[in-house]
């Protein structure tokens, strides 16, 4: 079994539908990330929590909105999809109780989005 | 504006040579970098990374070389396997100033090893 695990794998939803995104790991990880990934621009960093009750906004966090269940557990909120949200999602983990810095994340197969 | 920089797109190499990626970044606060390899249909896998404080990190076919004057950096695969195709992922962090260590990536270069 993977170590993160992201579902669903693939989604089609509808303008202004709300969808949830969920990660989660089995890695005993306490930091967890969202990223999306478009054509051309890398991956850009959505939100990120390093515990439970620290959740952080990323460099496009606008129309997401996420919750950190529990450790192992972070899901990501559309609230109302919209096309320009149509991307290729990632959950990452990463230990943060190693040296600060040393920051290699370990990455969740992607949840292919579209919204029509 | 873009703090680590993949200006190649994509690269092309025949099968046994050598394959070369390569990476700029703005922010003198970077002090660690990491190459990450990705499939089509799966997520980014850590490949190989070096800190600040050296300047080549080697581990089997691959090796990272940081020039911190040039503030560039590149990875050498040798010899290039047809295995090796996928796109590579530059990726730079900060210990300090404000980022809390996340880590920052390039737009990605994608490799073709032509057998």
């Known amino acids: 079994d993977a170590d993160v695990t992201q579902t669903p794998r693939n989604r089609i939803t509808k303008t202004g539908k709300r969808i949830m995104l969920e990660c989660s790991q089995t890695k005993g990880h306490d930091r967890m990330y969202w990223y999306r990934q478009d054509p051309g621009l890398g991956l850009r960093l959505i939100y990120y929590s390093f515990d439970v009750k620290d959740i952080n906004k990323g460099e496009i966090s606008d129309g997401y909105s996420v919750s950190r269940q529990a450790q192992a557990k972070f899901s990501l909120s559309l609230e109302s999809a919209i096309p320009n949200q149509t991307a290729l999602y990632f959950c990452a983990t990463s230990d943060g109780r190693g040296s600060a810095g040393r920051n290699i994340q370990y990455f969740g197969a992607g949840t292919r989005l579209s919204v029509l | 504006d873009q703090q680590v920089k993949q200006n190649s797109p994509s690269l092309s190499v025949q099968e046994g040579r050598i394959s070369i990626l390569n990476c700029d970044y703005t922010?003198?606060?970077?002090?660690?970098f990491l190459w990450y390899k990705k499939y089509p249909a799966e997520g980014p896998t850590f490949l190989i990374s070096?800190?600040?404080?050296?300047d080549k990190n080697e581990d089997g076919r691959f090796t990272v070389f940081l020039n911190k004057s040039a503030k560039h950096l590149s990875l050498h695969i040798v010899p290039s396997q047809p295995g090796d195709s996928a796109v590579y992922f530059c990726a730079a962090s900060a210990r300090y100033g404000g980022s809390q260590g996340n880590l920052i990536f390039g737009k990605g270069t994608k490799l073709s090893v032509k057998p």
């Open positions: 922010n003198s606060m970077f002090d660690y």
């Open positions: 070096i800190s600040s404080i050296k």
